[in-house]
């Protein structure tokens, strides 16, 4: 069962003949739509497609070389060398240099890099920290250190939208975004001609578009899997790719690790998972899946609310604020969290989204779970939590250590593991999911190409 | 009390490790002798309630078997295994990840709770093959991590095509180690979904080697003493052999190519082959993804082409006909002179997308391909298939994940 866990990805085939297995055809145009912003981090379609990090996880979970080719690492993890790949080119044709590279990241956080310097170094990129990175080619290999051109040849700031990627930009009108091939992408020519991705297109209307084959790729939001499976549709599905956890801050009422603690125990997650979000995730009280880790069944998941009021004691806590990420489905989930609290006389309200959503004491957000190695992926969810953990060793039991330790301060509570899925329209031809759970659509290939 | 303690402990393990010297037979016994050390070490002798469950793949026969040896094993360290009434709990998880097995336990001694893992090894893969009808069987030649486009059988082991290099393999005692690479060198891209193929057919120290917009010639042996294996790589829109030097092909085809190879020009960027053929044929080729040659009536010979378009047709008397039965083949076949049956079958790729492909024989005394086995399960993606240079068997080579590649040879036994 657990084999066939998460990171390599599962294709559902649902109600279409199994057809024979040819090699991918070249040309054609695909279409794909989605709800959100083709460019927005974490996972736009078109970031993928236009740009490429230094390295990248494939569909097995592990880093593999991209506009890099090799790296070091000496200093005990506290400095990395990369050695760019030589011969690749920008969309405009100005080669890939370090000084690009190096530009690229600058911008990309802003002084706020979880490294300290970076530096071009004839053909490669320098990066040194006054902390360990004992995973930074796992880190680079995410949505946010992908790399742009951010100076021309000439001096001039060019559109932000130039990459090295398999695709480049042609038009952007009526929120249809239109890329073409890169002829000359390092990786090889992609398959398709063109990729259309309308951006902001509501779920129905994607179904709708895939039904009258308007649409090629569309999303299946988690609690419409079963929907979509009950409808026949063909669906790509990748299991426990992201983790949705309850962030909380470590200050005022919940500066006491009795509060959080009585937080975690008071939350049902069985009802999250089941009711909200449809049976299709599965209920986690540990940051790694079972999958990956294979200690996750340690930590008990049930609701325990006698504990949750033991720790609260007789504190008076007062009302606290949950914030939810995004769509409908989280704010649901922050209000079944309300009443959870509630039941173990904690009061909690669920804020508005909003500029105030950022000062809330309780976030509910989703994590992605990319990559094979547990030690990287519990690095990169601590990370983008706004936490860090150092794990000396990455045995399974130095690493359930590092893990207990941290989840024992309350300050994250995870959840539930939710799979990604896209339903398909009958052209689409060998659709792989890259380790995040996202289409690798650079990959694809149409069965009506001439 | 601690030094006595800890003296009936060795005790208990000297004893243990006598007497299981003697058991050892299984493959739980070490990670099973290790879970209890590490729990002695945690508990101590005395009593402890235990219990086990299974969250692998480990099956319910062995779960038993490793509850025993566990039990043995905590019993040798002194730890004594009661029913509801012990204070102390050992809690094992038969457990494992996308890697490896783990084996945990929780002792539990009062309010506290330590844990101990033990790692057990990976996880073996199941292999099955098909055995009904006329049999192909599959045995795996080489392994390896980089992709593998084509391979070559020499005297003395392999000559493998990756997409950036070549690589040879000689024969040791425990398989086929690589021996030497020699990079192809050029600056260029290569298309996705790459392809090559491989000749020695005009000498038996050389061999060519042909991948998109390259042509690679070298020694198929180190050289004695072994020397440095050089090969040389060159630009080239030649195009590929698709048949052997010495073909069969009659004259109900075109005479000439009894002395020299079809060739067949390779669409470089692309995966497939333009269509065009040297020496011309009398008729236009479709652009296609493989090529045939099929033994016929006696003495003659047809092609048979896999078009892009999905189409099976074969080439005889001057014009291409569909063949029917071939809907649910993949793009990529082979000829197997197996001697059952007609004496010759064509080996066909097929799968749906959810599956592992597979690969089948078919008849074609017409044209239509009638299935003379079973499917073969090959445990992954076939991505080139080629007969072997005697014909009698084909080369399949399997993606079986993201980097790991086999070059399985698939032959048939007759029924």
């Known amino acids: 069962m657990f084999r066939r866990f998460a990171i390599s990805c599962v294709l559902l085939v649902c109600a279409l003949p199994a057809v024979a297995r040819t090699r991918p055809h070249y040309g054609g145009a695909l279409r794909v739509e989605t709800a959100g912003d083709p460019w927005q981090l974490p996972d736009g379609f078109a970031r993928r497609l236009v740009f490429d990090g230094l390295t990248r996880i494939d569909a097995n979970g592990s880093v593999q070389p991209a506009l890099a080719v090799g790296w070091e690492t000496d200093s005990g993890d506290h400095r990395w060398e990369f050695r760019l790949r030589s011969s690749v080119r920008f969309h405009d044709g100005s080669s890939l240099t370090a000084t690009a590279v190096v530009a690229s990241l600058n911008l990309t956080c802003n002084g706020n890099c979880p490294w300290t310097a970076v530096h071009a170094v004839g053909s490669s990129v320098v990066f040194t920290s006054d902390s360990p990175m004992p995973n930074l080619q796992v880190l680079l290999a995410g949505d946010e250190f992908l790399i742009a051109l951010v100076v021309a040849a000439d001096g001039t700031t060019p559109p932000g939208n130039i990459g090295t990627g398999p695709f480049q930009v042609a038009s952007s009108v009526n929120g249809v975004l239109s890329l073409k091939a890169n002829e000359a992408s390092w990786q090889g020519r992609p398959f398709v001609d063109t990729i259309e991705i309308r951006a902001h297109r509501a779920i129905h209307d994607q179904w709708l578009d895939l039904s009258l084959g308007r649409a090629d790729v569309v999303e299946v939001p988690v609690e419409m899997i079963r929907q979509a499976q009950q409808q026949k549709l063909k669906i790509a599905m990748a299991p426990h790719v992201e983790l949705l956890a309850l962030k909380t801050v470590e200050f005022g009422a919940l500066a006491n690790p009795m509060v959080r603690g009585a937080i975690a125990f008071s939350i049902d997650r069985g009802a999250i998972a089941n009711v909200i979000f449809q049976k299709q995730g599965e209920v986690t009280a540990s940051v790694l899946p079972q999958g990956l880790s294979g200690f996750a069944c340690l930590y008990p998941t049930d609701r325990d609310l006698s504990k949750a009021q033991s720790l609260r004691g007789g504190l008076t806590v007062p009302t606290l604020t949950i914030a939810a990420e995004s769509d409908g489905v989280m704010q649901l989930a922050a209000q079944r969290i309300a009443l959870n609290l509630h039941e173990a006389g904690l009061n909690a309200v669920v804020a508005a989204q909003g500029p105030n959503s950022a000062r809330a004491d309780l976030t509910l957000r989703r994590f992605p779970l990319a990559g094979t190695d547990p030690s990287a992926v519990l690095d990169e969810v601590l990370r983008s939590a706004g936490d860090s953990l150092l794990v000396a060793d990455a045995n399974p039991t130095s690493l359930y250590k590092a893990e207990r330790s941290f989840l024992d301060q309350h300050t994250l509570i995870p959840l539930v593991d939710l799979p990604r899925a896209y339903a398909l329209g009958p052209r689409v031809r060998d659709l792989h999911l890259i380790a995040e759970g996202l289409p690798d659509l650079a990959g694809i290939s149409v069965e009506d190409a001439p | ?415």
């Open chain 2, 1 to 415: 009390m601690k030094l006595i303690r800890w003296a009936v402990v060795a005790l208990s393990v000297s004893i243990a490790a006598i007497s299981g010297n003697a058991q050892k037979s299984g493959p739980w016994d070490q990670p099973a002798a290790a879970l209890a050390d590490q729990i002695a070490g945690i508990l101590g002798p005395g009593q402890a309630r235990f219990t086990l469950r299974n969250l692998s793949t480990i099956s319910s026969e062995s779960v038993s078997a490793i509850q025993a040896l566990l039990e043995r094993d905590l019993k040798a360290h002194g730890i004594l295994l009661a029913g509801d009434e012990g204070a102390n709990v050992v809690r094992v998880t038969l457990s494992e990840n996308t890697r490896e097995r783990l084996w945990i336990a929780e002792v539990a001694e009062g309010a506290i709770t330590q844990v101990a893992m033990v790692e057990t090894g990976p996880i073996a893969e199941q292999h099955a093959v098909s055995t009904t009808g006329l049999t192909l069987r599959a045995q795996t030649v080489l392994t390896s991590r980089q992709p593998v486009l084509a391979a070559l059988e020499t005297p003395g082991g392999w000559i493998v095509l990756e997409p950036e290099q070549l690589v040879l393999y000689l024969r040791a005692a425990d398989g086929f180690h690589a021996q030497s690479r020699a990079d192809i060198g050029l600056k260029r891209t290569l298309p996705r979904d790459p392809r090559g193929i491989f000749r020695a057919d005009v000498s038996p120290t050389q061999f060519n080697a042909w991948l998109a917009g390259v042509e690679c010639k070298g020694p198929t042996s180190p050289g004695q003493p072994p020397a440095e294996w050089t090969v040389a790589c060159h630009s080239s829109d030649d195009p590929w052999p698709l048949t052997p030097a010495t073909s069969l092909a009659s004259a109900e085809i075109m005479e000439n190519i009894r002395v020299n190879p079809v060739t067949g020009f390779y669409n470089a960027s692309r995966n497939y082959f333009t269509g065009v053929l040297a020496p011309s044929t009398i008729a236009d080729m479709p652009p296609f993804y493989s090529f045939a040659e099929v033994p016929r009536s006696v003495g003659a010979v047809a092609w048979l082409i896999g078009s892009i378009d999905g189409r099976v047709l074969l080439f005889e008397n001057g014009s291409l006909k569909p063949i029917a039965g071939a809907r649910d083949w993949g793009s990529d076949f082979a000829v197997l002179h197996s001697g059952c049956g007609s004496g010759a079958q064509i080996v066909a790729s097929s799968s749906g997308e959810a599956a592992p492909d597979s690969l089948r024989a078919y008849e074609l005394p017409a044209l239509e391909a009638i299935p003379s086995s079973a499917p073969l399960e090959a445990g992954g993606i076939v991505t080139a298939l080629w007969s072997a240079p005697d014909g009698r068997s084909i080369l399949a080579v399997v993606q079986r994940a993201t980097d790991q590649y086999e070059v399985d040879r698939v032959s048939a036994l007759c029924n």
